[in-house]
């Protein structure tokens, strides 16, 4: 109850100042265990609850290195009492199990959590949002140099660990509005070409950056 309340509370604070640089919080709790992830259905191959998809999927909410990882059905049960052929489950790809691979050729619906030690989410603090672009040129381009050059003296550092980018309208997360990317990542920013979308246009973009801090 107190690793969830401590998970729920930097949740909170996250959202309450995503306009600043988080330095401070109000606790500090040995071992932290993330919410329960769920990206995934059996419906097609299997159920693929895969670390990096995930992370990409919420930027910010699973450490670099996670000391642990737990998975059960959506029903509550273990993997073990599940009995099923799992095809991964581990810290480096999360879980994947495949339809082939079962007996009734169909796997359960699984979700995953990951435990980090209380510094990696201490030592990480974001930036407020930045929008330095818009697509009516040949596309929306928050890449970091340019964000860093246009902010002397801004909280962005060199080195993110994290970014997140969502849409100006509606915040909708970037990896869920099924267009393509010629970059997004911590270290290069987000960018997004008009020439890659299937209906010849980005949608507007705002970013911001998860840094280390001490």
Request: charged fraction near 25%.
């Amino acid at each position: 109850l107190k690793q969830l309340i401590g998970f729920i509370v930097i949740n909170q604070l996250f959202k309450l100042l995503s306009t600043n640089l988080v330095i401070d919080y109000l606790f500090v709790i040995p071992e932290e265990w993330t919410q329960w992830f769920d990206r995934d259905n059996p419906s097609g191959t299997g159920d693929w609850e895969t670390l990096d998809d995930l992370r990409k999927e919420n930027p910010g909410q699973i450490c670099l290195d996670p000391r642990d990882i737990e998975a059960l059905t959506v029903s509550g049960l273990t993997v073990s009492a599940a009995g099923e052929k799992i095809y991964r489950y581990d810290l480096k790809s999360g879980l994947i199990c495949r339809n082939k691979d079962q007996d009734d050729r169909y796997c359960y619906d699984y979700k995953v959590r990951f435990s980090c030690e209380a510094t990696s989410c201490k030592n990480v603090c974001w930036t407020k949002w930045y929008n330095r672009d818009k697509p009516t040129g040949s596309g929306d381009w928050e890449h970091l140099s340019a964000l860093i050059k246009e902010n002397p003296g801004s909280h962005l550092c060199s080195e993110p660990v994290y970014i997140e980018a969502v849409t100006v309208d509606g915040s909708i997360p970037a990896i869920r509005t099924g267009q393509n990317f010629y970059s997004y990542s911590p270290t290069k920013g987000l960018v997004c070409r008009n020439q890659d979308q299937s209906n010849g246009s980005c949608r507007d973009y705002k970013v911001r950056f998860g840094c280390s801090c001490s």
